[in-house]
Nanobody
């Protein structure tokens, strides 16, 4: 059974930092891209960042570029979030194995349960 488990969410003040982790088990994902999405209340799930299976290439939403850094080590993926803003508040999900447009959440096969990130002003 494939499992993606996120951790590292929490409450932080604006300008602060958090590091999210996503641990994959049940199969190996080291040949597949992985990514992060987020969903705020009343909004659609949106792309945050993605990383290729080698880790050599990364992609970011414009809203987080320069503040967030995605990385991976085999079956574990990370999202370092710096200079956090209140608008970053959302449930953050990790995903694996996209087929198609990696910025579209429907393209991704596997999902974690999500971790809440709350940024206070």
């Amino acid at each position: 059974q494939v499992q993606l488990v996120e951790s590292g969410g929490g409450l932080v003040q604006a300008g602060g930092s958090l590091r999210l982790s996503c641990a994959a088990s049940g199969r190996t994902f080291d040949n597949y891209p992985m990514g992060w999405f987020r969903q705020a209340p009343g909004k659609e799930r949106e792309f945050v960042a993605a990383v290729t299976w080698t880790g050599a290439s990364t992609f970011y939403a414009d809203s987080v570029k320069g503040r967030f850094t995605i990385s991976r080590d085999k079956n574990t993926m990370y999202l370092q979030m710096n200079s956090l803003k209140p608008e970053d508040t959302a449930v953050y999900y990790c995903a694996a194995d996209p087929d198609g447009d990696y910025t579209d959440h429907v393209a991704w096969e596997y999902w974690g349960q999500g971790t809440q990130v709350t940024v206070s002003s």
